[in-house]
């Protein structure tokens, strides 16, 4: 109602409808007789109307009660505005009923109905509930609707969004650091590192170091230049590389790249820094939601732990 | 006096009018009861044996069918709820309302068809306003009589006599209304169930509501209402017109030989009196179920039962007179003496058949397609996250979600394979099973050799087919993402 603040239009609303069905009900009582000349003029057995010339209407009069279900519909609409609120927002009506009241019940019967299910799995522990079929599709269903926007259907993310479905974790793929992720959400900060490390050929060289870590294909002679300069990366990915999951830094020994795997791509990293951003999910999703989101990302890293079972089923 | 004219009574206004007589006359009129008489001979007259053998069919296949076993379920059961509709064999889902659709055409060309060949055919033997009328005029009179006993009761004052009569009347009425709701809704809830739920009065408040609605309807508008809703609610009584044409076989009353009326005399040959055919007894008026003259022409009330036929057709034998003053025929027919030969040759007018034409198509149509209809829906959806992505070897990954519906009622174990790209394959499961009449939702990855992609869309195919019989197979097209870089 934010543009229609005036208590004007309260009134307006009101004033239309009330005369609406007042009308109605004159209107009815005035159509319900027509004066005839008895004698001359037409012949009462018809309207009057002709067309064509010789086309005439006759007067086939409704039965009396059909008269009677139109007076219905005023007393009902009277009834009704009684009731409900019909009047602009001045009158509420007897019963107090509003949309949001309405939906608020609703919420509410579907939480004592559901409710004792989701409490359920929320005593039971991830790896549990990623090999009880019915809780891996509560999840998945859970995940299709809030997750699966980046990650992907299948969980497999793209660019930018990690992968979850194989072994390699960011921020660590135990249970709790899993549930972590999703409830407080994650901000990884790789820095812009360009100064630091130096030029762009000492970038390049950087990233030819970070393609010889996992065994991709690379110029040697410029990974061993690029070897020294990566002490400035070692604070986060540490000496050898391997990563810290607690700083979200990711593990460069392995051969997945959330941002590309070409040398153009790892210098680009490496220049302009990556913000990676995952949302909290606490407040949007109940703790029971999550609970089950987290047991279904577990068991998709882990098909082995959780029981092998055919694709959801509706 | 009818109800028409009771409506165009012209009230006289109070005596205070002037000269120049002004009345007031209600647009409104009171419901005059119709009493038709049932009995004509000693015997079912010829159109009433008709309009008897309509009932017991109708009536028979809407009563048994949901009665009926089929695969261990209800021959024909239409689920809203899981939104699928049984028919025998057949499972048809929410995708196939085409089907309905074709249905619907088809039930309305043959009406139209129907309506202009052989006039309201459909109101007068059909309709299940009057099937119901029929069935509830029957046990009318088994309780209270035929016309003039009807009518006498109805005059009589209450008594014990006469309130016991209309008690079991309305009692009998109630029993086959509730026993008709019940069927009713036995067509989209298990009918079994719904008894026992009844016997236990565990019914469920929706169940229980449609079955009181739909009683309530049957015992209100063929108990109470009856021609009422052929003259004021049908929309099909006022479009029927627009197919009626001079050559449309409608029931006609031959004014030419019939008239003048009279009752003639013993002494005297009706030709010497100067009389038409037609004697007056009023049979045709009394049996009218919706209380007409059939001698004032067509009119709209007329819903073509032909009980008039058979009332006059029985005078005539009578009296010694040819049958037929009453009659099946057209405009054309009465009012140019045409032959029986010539009216049945405009039958094969234009109208008749482009209708006749739209049927055999639509027909046609609906039969081609139901028999190569794919007992498999498959719906691929391109996962809108990721266009594309690298895997770790290199290659080019697209991922997809399938929707699979079975719609059988066997568990089906299915293949997927996809073509449309040199060294495209499937990375994801290419086996996978769907539980009877159910919906899988399978995730879809496909990988493709960086090298043979280039960066773009690229037309593929993905076919899904049942392991067990090589004709069950869906083709759906897709898009292939190439990587930019």
């Known amino acids: 109602m934010s543009d229609f603040t005036s208590v004007f239009w309260d009134y307006f609303v009101a004033i239309i409808t009330v005369v609406s069905v007042v009308g109605c009900g004159v209107f009815l009582w005035s159509q319900s007789k027509r004066r005839v000349k008895v004698g001359a003029g037409p012949d009462p057995d018809t309207t009057g109307h002709v067309w064509d010339g010789d086309l005439q209407e006759f007067h086939n009069p409704l039965p009396q009660w059909w008269m009677w279900l139109f007076y219905i519909t005023v007393v009902f609409s009277v009834v009704y505005l009684i009731l409900y609120p019909g009047l602009g927002t001045q009158f509420k009506g007897m019963l107090n009923w509003t949309s949001s009241g309405q939906h608020q019940g609703e919420v509410k019967a579907a939480e004592t109905r559901y409710g004792p299910l989701f409490a359920s799995y929320l005593k039971m522990d991830v790896p549990a509930i990623a090999a009880d079929e019915r809780g891996r599709q509560m999840g998945a269903r859970i995940f299709q609707n809030n997750c699966a926007q980046c990650h992907g259907s299948d969980g497999r993310g793209s660019r930018g969004f990690p992968n979850l479905t194989d072994s390699e974790w960011q921020w660590g793929g135990a249970p709790d650091a899993i549930r972590t992720s999703i409830v407080e959400g994650r901000k990884a900060a790789m820095p812009p590192m360009a100064a630091a490390v130096g030029g762009a050929q000492d970038v390049e060289d950087v990233a030819h170091y970070v393609l010889s870590l996992s065994g991709a294909s690379h110029d040697s002679v410029r990974a061993t230049r690029g070897k020294e300069k990566f002490a400035a990366c070692a604070a986060c990915h540490g000496p050898e590389g391997k990563g810290n999951p607690a700083l979200g830094a990711l593990d460069l020994t392995n051969k997945t790249w959330l941002y590309g795997g070409t040398v153009a791509a790892i210098a680009e990293t490496i220049t302009k820094g990556r913000a990676g951003v995952m949302p909290a999910w606490k407040g949007s999703l109940s703790d029971a939601e999550m609970h089950l989101v987290t047991a279904y990302v577990y068991s998709l890293a882990n098909p082995g732990k959780a029981a092998a079972s055919p694709p959801a089923t509706k | 006096m009818n109800a028409v004219d009771e409506g165009r009574k012209v009230e006289a206004a109070s005596t205070a009018a002037t000269e120049q007589a002004e009345a007031v006359q209600s647009l409104y009129a009171k419901r005059v009861e119709i009493y038709p008489r049932a009995k004509i001979g000693d015997r079912l007259a010829w159109f009433q044996k008709w309009r008897w053998a309509t009932v017991w069919i109708t009536q028979i296949v809407f009563y048994g069918l949901p009665w009926l076993t089929w695969n261990d379920r209800q021959a024909v059961l239409f689920e809203l709820v899981a939104r699928r509709f049984y028919i025998f064999g057949l499972v048809l889902w929410p995708q196939d309302i085409v089907f309905l659709t074709g249905i619907l055409i088809i039930a309305a060309f043959a009406l139209f068809l129907f309506t202009a060949v052989g006039g309201r055919l459909w109101c ?89 609605f739909y009683g309530f309807a049957t015992y209100g508008n063929s108990g109470w209402m009856r021609e009422q809703v052929c003259k004021y609610m049908c929309p099909y009584a006022r479009f029927q017109s627009a197919m009626f044409d001079q050559d449309t076989l409608i029931v006609t009353y031959d004014e030419a030989r019939g008239e003048p009326r009279g009752g003639g005399s013993r002494k005297k040959s009706r030709a010497e009196l100067g009389l038409g055919d037609c004697v007056d007894c009023g049979l045709c008026v009394q049996v009218c179920p919706t209380g007409i003259d059939i001698r004032m022409g067509l009119q709209y009330e007329c819903i073509g039962c032909a009980a008039c036929i058979d009332a006059c057709d029985h005078t005539m034998q009578k009296v010694g007179l040819p049958k037929g003053l009453v009659r099946y025929s057209t405009t054309n027919a009465v009012r140019n003496h045409l032959d029986s030969h010539a009216m049945w040759r405009r039958i094969f007018r234009p109208r008749v058949l482009v209708y006749s034409a739209f049927l055999l198509a639509i027909t046609t149509a609906l039969a081609v397609a139901m028999s190569l209809r794919v007992p498999l829906k498959v719906d691929l959806i391109r996962d809108r996250g990721a266009l594309a992505s690298e895997t770790e070897d290199g290659r080019v990954e697209n991922s997809y979600r399938m929707q699979v519906s079975n719609t059988t009622e066997a568990r089906r174990a299915y293949t997927i394979s996809v073509s449309g790209l040199p060294g495209l394959t499937v990375a994801s499961e290419t086996r996978f099973e769907v539980g009877p009449a159910a919906v899988a939702s399978i995730p879809v990855r496909l990988l493709a050799d960086a090298g043979q992609v280039t960066p773009g869309s690229h037309k593929i195919a993905v076919e899904v087919r049942a392991d067990d019989d090589p004709g069950v197979a869906v083709r759906e097209t897709t898009t292939f993402l190439g990587l930019r870089r």
């Open chain 2, 124 to 212: 007068g033997y059909a309709c299940p306003q009057t099937v119901y009328t029929e069935i509830f005029m029957w046990i009318e009179k088994a309780f209270e009589g035929d016309r003039n006993q009807r009518m006498r009761l109805d005059r009589e004052p209450m008594s014990p006599r006469k309130f016991a009569r209309k008690a079991a009347k309305h009692v009998a009425w109630i029993a086959v209304a509730l026993w008709t709701g019940y069927t009713f809704v036995g067509y989209f809830t298990p009918i079994r169930e719904l008894g026992a739920e009844m016997v236990a009065l565990q019914i469920g408040g929706w169940s229980a509501f449609w079955v009181l």
